[in-house]
């Protein structure tokens, strides 16, 4: 098992920035990717961003390309999420995902991020 804890969200106005933190404990040697989504009301959770352990390679999602910047302390078992220029478009609850060797999905409990205009 893998347990996800999240940090970070909170209430920013738009134009603003916020950084977010996920922690994996467990059996994170399982792990080869880390991801953030998220949830707006009413919407889908999608996949914003994501980083592969072995490798780095990146994901970021259209919308959020040039703003959020993912990267990874391998070491402490933590992914970060920089959000900079946020807009309220961007409110949503944002999910930790790591996902393991045997393809198998871990959540964190989400984090709220509210952007007023």
């Known amino acids: 098992q893998v347990q996800l804890v999240e940090s970070g969200g909170g209430l920013v106005q738009a134009g603003g920035s916020l950084r977010l933190s996920c922690a994996a404990s467990?059996?994170?040697?399982?792990?080869?990717?880390m991801g953030w989504h998220r949830q707006a009301p009413g919407k889908g959770r999608e996949l914003m961003s994501a980083?592969?352990?072995?490798?780095?390679?990146?994901f970021y999602e259209d919308s959020v390309k040039g703003r959020f910047t993912i990267s990874g302390d391998r070491a402490k078992n933590t992914v970060y999420l920089q959000m900079n220029s946020l807009t309220p478009e961007d409110t949503a609850v944002y999910y930790c995902?790591?996902?393991?060797?045997?393809?198998?999905?871990?959540w964190g409990q989400g984090t709220q991020v509210t952007v007023s205009s």
């Open positions: 995902a790591a996902r393991s060797g045997t393809s198998r999905d871990y």
């Open positions: 980083v592969n352990w072995n490798g780095g390679g990146t």
């Open positions: 467990g059996r994170t040697l399982s792990i080869w990717r």
